[in-house]
């Protein structure tokens, strides 16, 4: 009689960008300190957005390809800490400020959570071809939207739709950018590197 694989052994798990460098938790350290620092530096490429309290920035994008490169639980370790030492007063969020005051801080929260969203997703492949790619940044910069937006419309007491219309629309054809980046950059490193998975 034969007996049923279960459907999570059925599964196949790929390494990730951050695989490539010999195992260590001096490396994984490192790479949580560097993903951080990368997304810090992101946020201070940043462009107001007239009428909304939440600029454009390059933190989105990083954040995304932290967690893609480094997988689920170590892009989120590097977020969680590039959001903890925000808060407690290190001056790498938009425009050099920290603190968990502003009305932007949920798309900080919602980058820590897409980060372990596309990471566990590039476990799976989907950072090996440009249209998995792009699926997964889209889904990543859904996953933070879906945190900060309302997030948002709680801290500057705005109604569902004022929230959308100031804190999601205006930044739609960035992050189509943002996504064919990626959809090239990935996939071109997984080529360069010649590991398919």
Known sequence: ????????????????????????RLRDATLVLGGAVLTGLAAQLSVPVPGSPVPVTGQTFAALLVGTALGARRGLLALALYAVAGVAGMPWFADGSSGAGAPSFGYILGMALAAGVVGALARRGADRSVWRTAG????????????????????????????????????????ALKAALAMGALPAAWKLVGRRG
């Open 136 to 175: 997964t940044m889209v889904l990543g910069s859904a996953v933070v939207y879906a945190v900060g937006v309302p997030y948002l419309a709680l801290a500057a007491h705005l109604s569902a739709s004022q929230a959308v219309s100031l804190g999601l629309t205006p930044y739609l054809i960035g992050d």
């Open 1 to 24: 009689m034969a007996t049923a694989v279960p459907a999570a052994s059925a599964v196949r798990t790929h390494p990730v960008l951050a695989d490539l460098i010999p195992a260590s």
